[in-house]
């Protein structure tokens, strides 16, 4: 009993950070179609930021989290106005390989910025603590908690304000949208803003449990787009219920089945969600 | 609707690709992947000056200098070049009266045995290199297929035995075989720790070859295995529940293994969910790298691995060490003293044997060339080579207690 729920904290935990990844990776495919390969370089690129500032300016952990969630949207930003907006009336293959393209160059640019070394992120919450006899470190929990705040937080953004209501609503219908007056090269922006913050977040929050390196995206971005797949291209809820189910499968599965496959775990979940429900969890659009 | 069906296809399809390339490069790499999308790319130190009269031998290196396995190839390069550079700013050397001094040229090969072995025909066919240095076991083997044809030296720098199996009479293995570990360390440990081991090692084929080595080993001294998994570091965000389920098993020891930093990850995780026993580590981990990525030797307690270069009593070790950390600020690793020092016992094999480009000749002036190695060019103590191209070193090994390194003596070979 205590392995399973040992197991279930563990896989809590890891699903969290795919949550927070996927979560920008599913607004952006719900709003503007484009599915960002791109997106797990912001989140490499979001954990180089938080280090430095970390250890150049001395800045606390939570400070240098915030500087680097607004570097990282600046980042998704520049390259949607650079990239993908000029390209906006291009095939989605374009798009695709535009995405593949800003992801090796950003990651060869952190292996030039900052060198292809493993680095490590030292946080004051290494403490182990035990509840209930299961055992934990600090730092699990803020990832566990900080990811709650964090959806919260977009889940009232995009329900009780203007704005997010006008992202919503651009996912829901394009030409609605247009017709209503709401700006899309505004939306366009703040979506990409949002994704790259989102990225900066969940790379802070994964990476003192974790290293740091160039290549260190890519681990992430296979898992949130099987997330998004799994949970329907564009759902909210569904990247939310793929990260946890996702992060709790691979966990229950090394434990109960074998740990040799775990990785394959996550593309047997995928290939039964979509034989039982092709369009994923929650098909469409952004809910 | 079918836009986006469409659209969800494209991305599957994509998805499967990238699945599919990172397994293949994967497969044979020896520590990491993903290695095969970056550009080629080369890496030359700056040809040396020549005086009048004096010629150059180019030397090659063919390993990895991008993608996730750079570090450990720029480790190695670094070895070589300091080695050059000092040869070269001391004078060159001389062979029958003739002075060379060491162009290296270094190729890129991503950490692929196939592009290794293209860049080992460009270095013989282009700049009629006579050595060329290749630090992985896959473009070791692959070199190895036309070698003694092509003519040149292989300088493979890879713990994996079965480089000698191959009858190659231009190959020289530089660094310990891994074969001379498993049993001082699972001596150490079940001595200390008990019999339950738990195999945690890299899931590559360095860490299953190690792994089908160690554990014959520990079950003939009486010890089990209680549970046995892979750990990729390519493809796993977190180890937590991995070595949940190990420790549930109750082991006393831990078997872990792959690059240092994410070795000494898993190390840290398993004391957190409360771990007391040993761990033998592979010796592709670095003690003092995963004391730096730890905080300290102290977070490292109970582990048995290879020895820190700079525990090393020879004449060369501390100049070296004070050097190469001065001149590329980062730590000196035995990825570079061996290279560095093998470097010099090449040099003088050419001058024992008289010639810069004739490789059976150098060969067989190995031996003399261990022989005249410059003291202070020791920084462990080599003891010769083996018929089949081997150096002899003792074994180096050590352990952690009390956040002391203490060296493990062992006159197994």
């Known amino acids: 009993m205590d392995l399973f729920l040992q197991q279930l904290l563990n896989g809590l935990s890891t699903g969290s950070v795919y949550t927070l990844v996927a979560l920008g990776l599913t607004m952006v495919f719900g709003v503007l179609h484009i599915p960002n390969f791109a997106h797990g370089a912001f989140y490499m690129i979001g954990a180089y930021v938080t280090l430095t500032v970390m250890t150049i300016l001395g800045l606390h952990y939570w400070v240098a989290m915030i500087f680097s969630v607004f570097v990282i949207a600046s980042l998704a930003v520049l390259s949607d106005r650079l990239v993908y907006h000029p390209l906006r009336n291009a095939s989605p293959l374009q798009h695709m390989i535009a995405a593949v393209g800003i992801l090796l160059f950003l990651e060869a640019l952190a292996q030039v910025l900052w060198g292809a070394d493993y680095r490590r992120m030292e946080t004051s919450y290494d403490d182990v603590v035990h509840i209930f006899g299961l055992t934990v470190t600090e730092q699990r929990l803020l990832i566990l908690i900080a990811a709650v705040v964090i959806m919260a937080a977009l889940h009232w953004f995009l329900r009780k304000t203007m704005i997010g209501s006008a992202i919503i609503a651009m996912?829901?219908?394009?030409?609605?949208?247009?017709?209503?007056?709401?700006?899309?090269?505004?939306?366009?922006?703040?979506?990409?803003?949002?994704?790259?913050?989102?990225?900066?977040?969940?790379?802070?929050?994964?990476?003192?449990?974790?290293?740091?390196?160039?290549?260190?995206?890519?681990?992430?971005?296979?898992?949130?787009?099987?997330?998004?797949i799994i949970g329907g291209m564009g759902s909210i809820p569904g990247a939310i219920l793929g990260g946890y189910l996702l992060g709790v499968a691979e966990s229950f599965g090394a434990t109960y089945?074998?740990?040799?496959?775990?990785?394959?775990i996550a593309f047997v979940l995928l290939v039964i969600i979509l034989t039982v429900k092709p369009t994923g969890l929650f098909p469409g659009r952004v809910h | 609707m079918v836009k986006i069906r469409k659209l969800q296809l494209l991305v599957l399809t994509v998805l499967l690709a990238f699945s599919l390339t990172g397994c293949?490069?994967?497969?044979?790499?020896?520590?990491?992947?993903?290695?095969?999308?970056?550009?080629?790319?080369?890496?030359?130190?700056?040809?040396?000056?020549?005086?009048?009269?004096?010629?150059?031998?180019?030397?090659?290196y063919s390993g990895p200098l991008s993608g996730p396995a750079a570090l450990y190839g720029q480790n190695v390069l670094n070895g070589i070049e300091m080695a050059a550079k000092e040869i070269n700013n001391s004078g060159g050397f001389k062979v029958g009266g003739q002075t060379y001094k060491i162009n290296l040229v270094a190729l890129d090969d991503k950490y692929l045995p196939n592009e290794t072995g293209t860049n080992a025909k460009r270095l013989v066919q282009e700049k009629d290199t006579s050595i060329v240095f290749i630090p992985h076991s896959g473009g070791v083997l692959a070199s190895q297929v036309f070698n003694e044809k092509d003519e040149f030296i292989i300088g493979a720098y890879t713990s994996e035995p079965r480089i000698e199996k191959q009858n190659n009479a231009l190959t020289v293995g530089i660094p310990?075989?891994?074969?001379?570990?498993?049993?001082?360390?699972?001596?150490?440990?079940?001595?200390?720790?008990?019999?339950?081991?738990?195999?945690?090692?890299?899931?590559?084929?360095?860490?299953?070859?190690?792994?089908?080595?160690?554990?014959?080993?520990?079950?003939?001294?009486?010890?089990?295995?209680?549970?046995?998994?892979?750990?990729?570091?390519?493809?796993?965000?977190?180890?937590?529940?991995?070595?949940?389920?190990?420790?549930?098993?109750?082991?006393?020891?831990?078997?872990v293994g792959g690059p240092s930093e994410p070795t000494a990850l898993v190390m840290k995780?398993?004391?957190?969910?409360?771990?007391?026993?040993?761990?033998?580590?592979?010796d592709?981990?670095?003690?003092?790298?995963?004391?730096?990525?730890?905080?300290?030797?102290?977070?490292?307690?109970?582990?048995?691995?290879?020895?820190?270069?700079r525990e090393n009593n020879e004449p060369?070790?501390?100049?070296?060490?004070?050097?190469?950390?001065?001149?590329?600020?980062?730590?000196?690793?035995?990825?570079?003293?061996?290279?560095?020092?093998?470097?010099?016992?090449?040099?003088?094999?050419?001058k024992a044997a008289g010639t810069v480009d004739e490789p059976k000749k150098i060969m067989a002036g190995m031996d003399e060339g261990i022989k005249n190695l410059p003291k202070e060019k020791s920084i462990y103590p080599l003891e010769g080579i083996t018929q089949k191209g081997g150096f002899i070193w003792p074994p180096h090994v050590a352990a952690v207690e009390d956040g002391k390194v203490v060296i493990i003596e062992g006159d197994k070979k």
């Open chain 2, 176 to 255: 310990p075989k891994y074969s001379n570990y498993p049993e001082m360390f699972s001596e150490y440990a079940m001595k200390k720790f008990g019999k339950r081991l738990a195999v945690l090692p890299t899931a590559t084929q360095y860490g299953k070859d190690w792994t089908e080595t160690l554990v014959p080993v520990w079950k003939k001294m009486g010890g089990e295995v209680v549970y046995k998994t892979e750990i990729d570091f390519n493809k796993e965000t977190d180890f937590y529940s991995t070595v949940t389920n190990a420790l549930d098993k109750k082991p006393d020891v831990l078997f």
């Open chain 1, 171 to 228: 996912a829901q219908n394009r030409e609605g949208a247009y017709l209503v007056g709401i700006n899309a090269n505004v939306i366009s922006v703040l979506t990409f803003a949002i994704s790259g913050a989102l990225a900066a977040a969940a790379a802070t929050l994964a990476s003192p449990i974790n290293l740091i390196f160039p290549a260190m995206g890519n681990l992430v971005i296979m898992k949130a787009f099987v997330i998004i």
């Open chain 1, 257 to 264: 089945i074998s740990g040799d496959y775990k990785d394959m």
């Open chain 2, 24 to 60: 293949l490069s994967q497969s044979m790499d020896s520590t990491s992947a993903g290695g095969g999308k970056k550009n080629e790319e080369e890496a030359k130190t700056e040809t040396p000056e020549v005086a009048e009269g004096e010629k150059v031998v180019n030397i090659g």
């Open chain 2, 316 to 350: 060369g070790t501390a100049n070296f060490v004070k050097t190469y950390e001065s001149k590329y600020k980062k730590l000196a690793t035995s990825e570079s003293a061996f290279n560095y020092q093998s470097l010099y016992v090449f040099v003088e094999a050419m």
């Open chain 2, 284 to 309: 592709q981990a670095k003690m003092e790298e995963m004391a730096k990525v730890l905080g300290g030797y102290d977070k490292l307690n109970g582990m048995i691995g290879v020895k820190p270069v």
């Open chain 2, 269 to 282: 995780q398993a004391k957190q969910l409360g771990f007391k026993g040993g761990f033998m580590v592979m």
